[in-house]
């Protein structure tokens, strides 16, 4: 034992372990400094430290090695050896780090790609502009809810559906938080996109997914809450509970997700927590509820009757459901509105629709959907335009974080003339929808109403791109030219319209600004003949194109008359306000109860 000892003396060794172990233990803290600091994940501390025992080990070998020869001091080879094992621990820094120091490389460089992209001020979320400020500009306390999966029968995937929608509801209502609305964030249904390109499509940093699976009396549900740009877990779990507690449970999963994210409820004054369970807690009832809302989004006659049987069993199995009766309301107005053509059956569909909305405020006044169902017949039944703005108002005010709120005050707005305010509302929901076709097409109209045509052009592009065969998109794009005056840009626009009816619009409207008098006069004729009842207000349209002003008013007030919900459009309608100076102007705007005045710039 003593030979050994003089011989680890002789050879250093005991200097060369503590040197070690001092180098060691400085480098540990230090990584361990920085890995609070960046987030790293525990699994790089202890690669670390892996990589730094097998270097003590070679340490030693080292030092016996030039103790046996005599010669402490490191060479080439030795220096080769050390310089390969700190390029292990930096290759393991590299590939398991997710911090913002290791992502800050690629981040600049992307930076100084799309820096021309995010100097414009009028870039649109979702456009290809839109998608550069999006990506350079997501907001740490973001999320977007992605469907959970069904993991029971295939007819019950309204109910995984429902609970995505549940949670999409309750984090809206969170301070400071993006939450992702259904329409958007549904879009990726069993996508195969990684995280960071559906985060960075949506404008969010964080993702929330899951499944479900419900076995009679039994729910199990699984949620994980991940970061976007690197897919790592931030917080996962799994609960079986009876299916009574499924309401606790999605509230544990808000809380669990609020948690994590480090946010806290909605204080706003005058906002009120919403949600749409029914308030005697009868799951039957819900059920009912869901699929009503499953019916409704499938959009056909038959499917909104469904969503209507489904909505009214709700409301009977508990007579108190207000969320139930708004949701009745406005599958009633819907189905007037779009999917009717008898008169008898549309004017009993708009007194039910009336009536569940009555119903649904005198239950819960304090309902910001019930406000919403409200404003949605005012608006499209009643033509009370200010009436409708009203509600719209208070829906905002008490879910300051609702999107349709916020897109349904700005389309008030709008018809009030206020189409500066509605771009910066539709803004406002696009940011939280930002897949949504529909309210890219509103946007384009209010943007070309303040005369900005090529932002508009940019809206109503995005729009066509999310949803290519959307009637009226290329009928909007067809205005856009007709504002310019370009007459061929607008017949190929015209033509690519895929709504028959739309596209009768479309071309008489093209043909009065191009030089075949003829045409024009064949073009208009025919839209008389086949849809004098369905659009008189864009019958007026083409007659103000045509500088016809008596005619214009006559198909007005035949428009105001027939209860052309077109006639909201008056005051966004460059066309129509080309004869604004005209005393008949006021005069109409006075009877339909509108404002003579507008921020809209008329076409010359």
Known sequence: MGEFWRKLKQRKMVQWMLAYVAFAFALLQGIDIVAQQFGWPEGLRRGMTLVLVIGFCVTLVLAWYHGERGAQRVGGIELLIIALLLATGGGVLWVYAPAPARRAVDVAQAHEVDRPQRDSENAIPGSEAGTAVFSSAIPEKSVAVLPFANGGAKDEQFFSDGLSED??????????????SRNSAFQFRNATDSSKSIGEKLGVAHLLEGSVQKQGGVVRITATLVNAADGIVMWSQRYDKPYQDLFALQDAITDAVADALKVKLLMVPGAVVQNDHPPSGNLVAYTAYQQGLAFRRLGTEASMRQAIAAFSEATRLDPRYAAAYAELSRTWTRLAGNLLNDGIEIAQAKVAARTAADMALALDSDLALAHLARAFILNA????????????????????????????????????GQNRRAVELTRQALSADPRNADWYGWLSSYLAALGQLDDARVAINTAIDLQPG???????????DILRSDHMSALAAAKRETDGGWYKIALALVSQIGTDHAAADAALEELIRDKADAAPYQI??????????????EWLNRAWTTGDA????????PLVLRYQDDPRFAAF????????????VAMK
Not at 167 to 180: D, P, R, T, Y
Not at 566 to 573: I, K
Not at 589 to 596: M, R
């Open 167 to 180: 949670l999409i509801n309750a984090l809206s209502q969170f301070e400071g938080l993006k939450v992702i």
């Open 381 to 416: 039944v009643t033509m009370d335009y200010r009436s409708a703005e009203a509600e719209s108002r208070r829906a905002l005010q008490l879910a300051p974080n609702n999107a349709e709120a916020q897109a349904s005050l700005g389309s008030q707005l709008a018809t009030l």
């Open 470 to 480: 959307a009637s009226a998109f290329h009928a909007n794009l067809a205005t856009l």
């Open 540 to 553: 007026a349209e083409v007659y103000a194109l045509r500088r016809d002003p008596g005619k214009m008013f």
């Open 566 to 573: 077109g006639v909201g459009n008056l005051l966004s309608d």
């Open 589 to 600: 705007c006075k009877k339909v109860g509108l404002p003579t005045t507008t921020d809209a």
